[in-house]
């Protein structure tokens, strides 16, 4: 039933449900019940299934693995409130962080690493901008850290964001309504070198795309990102202190793919200025876009090193 913890087996993980403040938030939780625990954030157009590959390596290093669904990806829901006063679907990276931290504190997990991909690394910048103290380490697949609102990138960058410009346009979101997975399928096939993904890959992800929550919260996250839509006003407070930060003290690792065609390569270098509590970043060769599930195995040893010198 909504709103209370339930499992079922995905996986050989263990799915339950919490209730926020805006969510019944969906995770999946695996690993040893008493390990350190890590939340794994999944991206744009992805799903939990992102670190199948990379989970066993972390379970038998002895840590608790809980892998969120993004607001947004079924069978996370947002919930139906009194009165009309439904919660905004909102895309800002400061809202998957506030959720983030809601599940966190549900599972009384006074602190956790974290690794986010793509939407879940902008979650965890939020993080370590917002509630530092709750991260013990961080690690980033796909996007650096850049201080302050976005800015318009250099044009090789802005040309790899045509998506993100084509969803700002009016045509272009009811395109994206019409038919989201195809849309997405697009974005698997051209950010990593052809070939990486099976069919029955990419349709067990697109189970969570299904629904018209998948389609606002896209079209929020891109459309506010560059000033086409209004900002959450329920999340005004962390996004002005996320806004106002310079730096990050966390120590972070960055994964990313040589080969990422959606976030390129170059757009990283020099990032490490922005971090005071050490920072490292992995380049993988032949690997694109999504590193936890082209080279899964890699992903997972960089993340378990990371974490151990994080923890001295």
């Known amino acids: 039933m909504i709103g209370k ?26 690993g040893p019940k008493k390990g350190t625990p890590i939340i794994l954030l999944h991206g744009w157009p992805d799903s939990p299934r992102t670190w199948d590959g990379a989970l066993p390596a972390l379970h038998d290093a002895g840590f608790r693995t809980i892998t969120p ?43 956790f690493h974290f690794v986010g991909h793509d939407w879940g690394a902008r979650a965890g910048y939020a993080l370590a901008s917002l509630f530092e103290k709750r991260l013990r380490s961080l690690t980033a697949l796909s996007v650096p850290f850049q201080p302050g609102p976005m800015r318009v990138p250099a044009l090789p960058q802005a040309g790899a964001f045509w998506y993100q410009w084509f969803l700002c346009t009016i045509p272009g979101a009811k395109e994206f309504a019409r038919n989201p997975v195809d849309f997405a399928r697009m974005m698997w096939e051209t950010w990593s070198p052809r070939g990486w993904f099976t069919a029955g890959q990419f349709e067990e992800a697109a189970k969570c795309w299904r629904s018209p929550e998948f389609v606002e919260v896209t079209l929020h996250s891109y459309r506010v990102r560059w000033g086409h839509a209004p900002i959450d006003s329920r999340y005004d407070v962390l996004q002005d202190r996320m806004d106002s930060t310079v730096s990050l003290s966390v120590p972070t690792l960055l994964i990313q793919g040589l080969e990422d065609n959606c976030v390129l390569a170059q757009t990283t270098d020099g990032a490490g200025r922005f971090f005071t509590g050490g920072y490292r970043r992995a380049l993988l060769e032949d690997v694109g876009h999504f590193p936890s599930r082209e080279a899964p195995k ?4 960089l993340i378990l090193e990371h974490i151990q010198q994080a923890q001295g």
């Open 298 to 301: 890699e992903t997972a040893k």
């Open 69 to 111: 669904y993004l607001r947004g990806y079924a069978p996370t829901e947002f919930r139906k409130h009194l009165l009309g006063r439904n919660p905004k679907h909102t895309g800002q990276p400061v809202a998957f962080a506030q959720d983030v931290i809601d599940l966190a504190d549900k599972l009384k997990l006074k602190t």
């Open 5 to 30: 913890r339930y499992s079922i087996s995905i996986n050989m993980a263990k799915m339950e449900r919490v209730k926020t403040d805006v969510l019944h938030l969906a995770y999946e939780d695996s």
